[in-house]
């Protein structure tokens, strides 16, 4: 759904919300999803998503009935989470009629779905799935291997944990692995393409995206490989950073030189340095540049993805701030 047709889309992240968030009682059960499935509202959400999700997993559905999309997604959804033998809870929110949890969420468009796990957000996808793909997201969330063969996650997560450590060649060789097993394993790819990115060929980063199926297209490390790519053509341009860092080091105060140094950590690819530095603004002074500090974070949680590790990291810390 594009913002263009979608009212929700423009609106949230484009003015900050004033809606003061307290939470308090919830709401009723909806008719036909026993105790698996119900409506929430602003004041409910604490009880029926954080304190629920501590027992197992709860999909929050973000919808509004004038969204078509919706009205396919929330059946779907609803068979699901029945199918489901009470593994995971389904929470729907109308944000039409309570906007504040998905517009301080940084939710920009809908159908929004957004797992919750142990009260934190973990997971989630936008747009109308099919029933197969549904599924699939909840066994995923339900099972944390997902079905998919043992000896493939552990390859994946030591490729995760050598990327994370810098060690790229290490990470690129492990995800080839992979990939030579499972040739179109959407991980894998967007793995590799990072890699590629990081040691400097763009364009064989490019050509390694451009063979995830199409079907894997939104997957949330997908995603964060194709803003990499597009961001490292904005490294040279944003200039140095050390000069802004000696700007804060004389004054932790200035807020221009900390968010100038957020987008180039961001266009570096030190995600959660840059939210960090969005957040410490909001904390000193949410007004600034008329809440600017927040908008950007939610374009970074876009660009980002939904799932993405360091999007759940800022999004959490962003709902302690919000809501504490």
Known sequence: MSNTNNPFGSGYGATPSTTTVSFGSSAQVSSGGGDLIKDTTTAGFSKDVIAESKNQPVLVDFWAPWCGPCKQLTPILEKAVNGSAGRVKLVKMNIDDHPAIAGQLGIQSIPAVIAFVDGKPVDGFMGALPESKVTEFINRLASPDGGRDEAVNSALEAARQALDAGDFEQAGQIYSAVLAEIPDHAGGLAGLATCLVEAGDVEAARETLDRVPDAARSNADVRAAEARIALAAQVAQLGDPKPLEARLAANPAD???????????????????????????????????????????????????AGDPSSLAARRKLSSLLFS
């Open 255 to 305: 807020h221009q030189a900390r968010y100038d140094l957020a987008m180039i950590l961001n266009a570096q690819g030190r995600r959660d340095e840059a939210a960090d530095h969005l957040l410490a603004i909001m904390k000193a002074d949410r007004g600034w540049n008329d809440d600017g500090a927040r908008k950007q974070l939610l374009q970074f949680f876009d660009a980002w993805g």
